[in-house]
């Protein structure tokens, strides 16, 4: 489809609302392209090429190939085509994904990497048309000769795409085939949430930023105390100043491009750990408060006029599978005690449930060492998860030499296990863990003995991206990694198996309340190692029950993951805070 994109793209607003409104579509199959308008001609010609586009989407005997066959599902929608849920898709952008998670996926990018050229024109029409899109107001307005050719080009592009990706993705085998299927699955359950979009409290959200603009002034008004001069510690020239000039602290790491002082969020994190001075409180208040206050004016911008934001969902664009957003993105709202910040902005205040529901998140449980225990393969720790015991506990044991404390359990023994597990040193471990390098080191090859696939884990991945360029999870994507970044190659797997996990629960559970809750309950939102939903209120007790207990069942049974899962259910009837 062409659409005006009049602020967009924007497929699931209403057209009224500058939603996405379709002037052309183009048709493609081994005879050849057609291309239709639908806002020129008679109004007998428009009507017929309306029907022809229904009756092609409403038949699911014709399978569907599209480039973000997602995009098109959605704005057909909006504009009276319904696409049956029973349709057969493929998807030649999440084909490429499948194959390639490093590169970029456009048709133009594409074609040229592949075939050698952008189109059978012989011209870089993309640029044309969009340089005419500016030129003239809208798509809608190039002059209909230009775009024709466009659209017959993007139809070539696409049958040319279908033909060569598909068939490579099947070559990988049955594994890798089936993860494709899993993505395409997606589609369904990530349009629905998309369109239903999530609620804002515009209020609240405002009394978040004013509240933020005041915390920046405070600390404005304290650094100008401090140093006697205005300075904006958002400028990197000004804070270098600061530090290194007027403070005279060490450079800790300079710029590889620019040859100047490093003054990012873990360079100030280091700095104010081996210089303690008041600077870096003010420092770290300023990047939280400020940060803070962009993102949620990012919310207040894309809120529709009723009240909802309909975030762009990507199933498969990060280098790990994992699902990104943007328009705003909602894939950095973390929980605030999770928060990897000193001074955390409760931004999922500003989230509420639609009227007459209630809010609930499901949250995997522990899955970060499940999936470790899971991909390494060490079947004592599998067999400790499965027996329902506490794998962190037991390398506590191991870490302080039999008894620790509940702190120890919470924050340095446990990081100290991640540490093992992602390939950290052993002197690098024993520091984490707080305990001398002498002593913690027949610990360390006790776990070692105990647990050789964890210990093993990451070494061994690495060996595998230095030999073939990157490595293949469980679910059989290839994933590409530089060999410069080989020692994130653990960090990319365990993220990569939970975004699948997480996936396929959407889809799974997104079945199973359409079937038996449609219009009680909803999935509004994925995030992360969560998902949340709208449950209305007039569901009686048993009902509540029986719908938690459904969604349970879904998320924590994932074919193909052989260690159990489990997940926790907070409600809220206020806010997702």
Request: aromatic share 8%; glycine share 8%.
């Amino acid at each position: 489809t062409e659409t005006d994109m009049a602020i967009g793209p924007r497929p699931w607003l209403p057209i009224e609302e500058g939603g996405d409104k379709i002037f052309s579509y183009s048709i493609s199959d081994a005879s050849g392209v057609g291309v239709y308008r639908v806002d020129r001609g008679t109004a007998r010609e428009r009507a017929i090429n309306w029907e022809r586009l229904r009756d092609i989407m409403a038949d699911t005997a014709i399978a569907k190939s599209a480039h973000n066959a997602k995009y098109e599902i959605a704005v057909s929608a909006t504009n009276g085509v319904i696409v049956p849920a029973e349709t057969v898709w493929l998807d030649t952008m999440i084909a490429s994904q499948e194959l390639r998670n490093d590169g970029r996926h456009g048709l133009e990018r594409l074609c040229e990497e592949l075939f050698g050229f952008t189109t059978t024109l012989g011209r870089n029409i993309d640029s044309e048309i969009h340089d005419m899109a500016v030129e003239y107001g809208g798509f809608h307005r190039v002059p209909e000769k230009e775009m024709y050719d466009y659209q017959i080009a993007d139809g070539q592009r696409g049958w040319m795409l279908t033909e060569f990706l598909i068939p490579k993705v099947k070559a990988k085998g049955r594994a890798a085939w089936r993860n494709y299927l899993s993505e395409i699955a997606t589609i369904t359950p990530t349009e629905a949430l998309q369109r239903a979009g999530v609620m804002i409290d515009k209020h609240r959200a405002m009394a978040l930023i004013s509240g933020c603009e005041g915390e920046i002034l405070r600390v404005r008004e304290q650094v100008f105390e401090m140093f006697g001069e205005w300075i904006n510690l958002g400028s990197t020239q000004q804070l270098s100043d600061i530090l290194f000039r007027r403070l005279r602290l060490p450079v800790l790491r300079y710029k590889p491009k620019t040859g100047a002082p490093d003054t990012t969020a873990a360079v100030v994190d280091d700095m104010a750990e081996r210089f303690p001075h008041p600077v870096f409180d003010l420092i770290h208040r300023h990047r939280s408060y400020t940060k803070g206050k962009g993102i949620v004016t990012g919310y207040i911008r894309e809120t529709d006029s009723h009240g909802r934001v309909h975030t762009d969902l990507q199933s498969n664009v990060a280098l790990t599978g994992r699902q990104s957003s943007k328009r705003p993105n909602l894939q950095n709202v973390s929980k605030r005690e999770k928060a990897n910040v000193k001074y955390p902005i409760p931004a999922r205040s500003c989230f509420v449930p639609d009227p007459s529901c209630d809010l609930y998140a499901f949250d995997y449980s522990g899955i970060e060492l499940r999936l470790i225990a899971f991909a390494s393969g060490d079947e004592g720790m599998i067999s400790i998860i499965r027996s329902g015991g506490d794998g962190h506990d037991t390398a506590c044991r191991i870490f302080y030499g039999g008894a620790f404390t509940r702190e120890q359990r919470k924050s340095s023994g446990k990081n100290a296990h991640f540490a093992l597990a992602y390939g950290a040193g052993m002197a690098q471990i024993a520091v984490t863990a707080c305990v001398d390098v002498a002593t913690f080191r027949p610990r360390h090859d006790e776990y070692r003995l105990r647990f050789p696939g964890i210990a093993m884990f990451s070494s061994s991945l690495i060996a595998e991206v230095n030999k073939n360029g990157g490595i293949t999870p469980p679910f059989g994507r290839f994933l590409r990694i530089p060999r410069a970044l080989a020692f994130k190659s653990a960090n990319y797997m365990i993220q990569h198996i939970a975004a699948v996990i997480l996936k396929r629960a959407e889809v799974a559970v997104h079945a199973y309340l359409s079937s038996q809750w449609s219009g009680r309950a909803w999935l509004i939102l994925p995030v992360h190692d969560e998902l949340v939903f709208n449950v209305h209120r007039g569901l009686t007790y048993d009902e509540r029950v029986r719908l938690l207990h459904g969604i349970r069942e879904r998320m924590i049974h994932i074919d193909g993951v052989s260690v159990p899962l489990e997940v926790d259910a907070e409600m809220s009837g206020t806010t997702w805070a």
